[in-house]
């Protein structure tokens, strides 16, 4: 079997990162490329798939410029991206419109709309999902609706690995974890479902064929060579979506094991051997075959803690603030913190929540502030677990995966405000493994998934719940849980205060 390098990109949301792995999942070289996010309207939140690319390109170039990676070392392509993506693309590729990202609530009243159509119990017994704005059917649709000459054009739609795919190799692919996001794909089957597109006016020759993650859909082009600097004819698989990446490169694959997101944003999969769903979560298929993930998904994670340190504190380190958040005691002496900080996906689905801190006063630290942001976000996590078990899935233990890992601090936290144990795997790079990994099967590197698991992946650091702070978590998440309810409305009231504000500016 071949034993060489595997390059993985992963799509994120603030930048494309690039890694070059070995069979034992270590790093060999890595190069991390930013690009911006667009709002060109209130609820919009849009990327051009070109500056992906373009950024990637360069990553890659930089990287094969330096040892100890030549382009002849690289064995296969993995690739994995954020999801919900709505790239539309002509016959030749060209992206016809911005796409928007995973966070873009602007087919809000497209999906009411469908709504009063079509019972909502007939798309979630195909989809297993939720018909929310920020998916890509209502995505769909929206083009459909306000842009008909774009629509026309259209040739597919395409996700963000699968713009990569094309790119690199001129093949349109739509990889099965990805189907997650369009409401006509059968998350059981894990194929398009002909009647739910058609009651949807949706055609499905604008749908690219469906592959497995592991699946090689062709090999890197002469034009894509010249453009990364990789080899004509290196092996390139359709890839998945991040979220499912990185639950397999943190070494979740059985029923029971759950991958913890503490990436920018925060959430949970759980894998499972059946498909269970649960109206206010997110079904998917994992990209190891015969599971399922069961995934919450909350914009708070770690994109909470950046926000507060560059808007508050920029002055302290991510680590300073790890250390100030240990003096202070679990419950933050009394501060409260609802991580809403772009409206709020699982399980409450709110474009219009607000972050809020509750409990301050003069007697307040720093410490306490930082604390309950962690907390915040911990109790978000429990919400989306506690969701699941009433779909009737089981968490035995959760793998973290993200910059939020590095805190034993927030490790700590996490296992105590949810009971369960943590098992923090070693790479800081679990979303690209994940990816490489699937390369890595594709390719033959690894004899299967288990295979795959087995050599790449460590546990570096475990946690066990403090019991007795759990007990005293469960008051203060009670409180938690109580202020949104309470609030629904006024963050409702406000949201619409704000958007007649810029509309009149």
Same mark, same amino acid.
């Given at each position: ?20 792995? =070995? ?56 690739? =994995? ?10 016959? !030749? ?28 119990? =007939? ?51 739509? =990889? ?26 949706? &055609? ?8 497995? &993650? ?40 059985? &029923? ?172 800081? !790079? ?76």
């Amino acid at each position: 079997m071949p034993n060489g390098y595997i390059l993985a990109i992963d799509i994120g949301t603030s930048a494309c990162k690039v890694v070059v792995f =070995d069979r034992n999942g270590a790093v060999v070289a890595s190069e991390t490329r930013a690009y911006p996010v667009y709002y060109p309207a209130p609820g919009y939140a849009e990327q051009k798939p070109e500056e992906w690319w373009a950024a990637a390109c360069d990553a890659v170039k930089s990287l094969l410029s330096y040892g100890p990676v030549r382009p002849e070392d690289i064995q296969a392509v993995g690739l =994995d991206g954020q999801s919900w993506s709505c790239i539309l693309v002509d016959k !030749n590729g060209g992206v016809l419109f911005g796409n928007p990202i995973w966070m873009d609530g602007r087919a809000a009243d497209i999906c009411e709309e469908i709504k009063r159509s079509i019972p909502e119990k =007939d798309i979630f017994k195909v989809s297993g999902n939720p018909f929310e704005p920020m998916y890509t059917t209502p995505k769909i649709l929206w083009f459909r609706q306000k842009y008909p000459d774009v629509f026309k054009r259209t040739y597919k739609v395409l996700q963000s690995n699968g713009y990569f795919v094309y790119k690199l190799t001129g093949k349109f692919s739509q =990889d099965s974890s990805m189907g997650y996001g369009l409401h006509f794909f059968d998350v059981r089957s894990g194929q398009w479902d002909a009647d739910l597109a058609r009651a949807l006016d949706i &055609p499905l020759d604008i749908m690219p064929e469906i592959f497995q &993650p592991r699946d090689i859909v062709g090999f890197v082009t002469g034009e894509a060579a010249k453009a990364t600097g990789l080899l004509a004819g290196t092996p390139v698989v359709a890839g998945g979506l991040d979220a499912a990446c990185s639950t397999f490169g943190a070494g979740v694959a059985e &029923p029971g094991q759950t991958q913890e997101q503490g990436g920018q944003a925060g959430g949970m999969s759980i894998c499972l051997d059946k498909c269970l769903t649960h109206e206010r979560l997110i079904m998917g298929m994992h990209v190891v075959p015969g599971r399922w993930l069961l995934q919450g998904g909350t914009v708070g994670g770690g994109g909470a803690l950046k926000w507060l340190r560059e808007t508050m504190m920029p002055e302290l380190s991510f680590e300073d603030m790890s250390e100030l958040a240990a003096k202070s005691p679990a419950g933050s002496n009394g501060v409260i913190f609802l991580p809403y900080m772009s409206g709020e996906r699982s399980p409450i689905w709110d474009k219009k929540a607000k972050g809020v801190y509750f409990g301050l006063d003069y007697a307040r630290t720093r410490s306490d502030i930082i604390r309950a942001t962690m907390e915040g976000v911990a109790f978000a996590l429990r919400h989306n677990i506690e969701t699941a078990e009433e779909a009737g899935a089981y968490i035995d233990s959760m793998n973290p995966v993200g910059g939020c890992a590095n805190s034993p601090v927030w490790m700590r936290i996490k296992s105590d405000v949810t009971g369960k144990p943590l098992n923090v795997p070693g790479s800081d !790079n679990g979303t690209p493994l994940g990816a490489a990994m699937l390369a890595g099967i594709g390719v033959g590197i690894y004899g299967d998934y288990r295979d795959a698991i087995d050599s790449a992946v460590r546990i570096r650091a475990s946690y066990e719940p403090d019991m007795e702070n759990r007990d005293k978590y469960a008051r203060y998440y009670a409180v938690y849980r109580e202020l949104y309810d309470k609030l629904k409305g006024t963050m409702s009231e406000i949201s619409e205060i704000i958007a007649e504000s810029e509309i009149v500016l």
